[in-house]
């Protein structure tokens, strides 16, 4: 399911406009300008209780190899966005 489809199911489901459903999830989802995102650049988690919750983890710099020519390449530290589902979520997808 694309975005596209995303906003027409919810807005078949809660008689919002299509418009007000994209609305909602850029402000929850975007990039740059969504709760979540800013949440996560804040150091702060964001749980939704009984889907997931949201979360900044820290990387350790690393050393990779560049699989074309096989050089080590120095990785630096960074923080990347993670996601764990649920009790019920996972509940319901392993029935």
């Known amino acids: 399911m694309n975005k596209t489809e995303l906003v027409k199911t919810l807005a ?4 919002l406009d299509q418009r007000t459903v994209g609305g909602l999830l850029d ?13 996560l650049a804040a150091g702060r988690a964001v749980a939704i ?10 990387a350790a710099p690393r050393i990779a190899r560049n699989p074309r020519t096989g050089e080590a390449v120095q990785l630096p530290a960074q923080v990347r966005p993670a996601w764990r589902p649920a009790a019920p979520l996972k509940e319901r997808l392993n029935g």
């Open 49 to 58: 209780r009984g889907f997931g919750a949201f979360e900044a983890r820290s």
């Open 27 to 39: 402000a929850l989802f975007d990039p740059k300008d969504g709760v979540i995102a800013a949440e």
């Open 12 to 15: 078949s489901r809660t008689g």
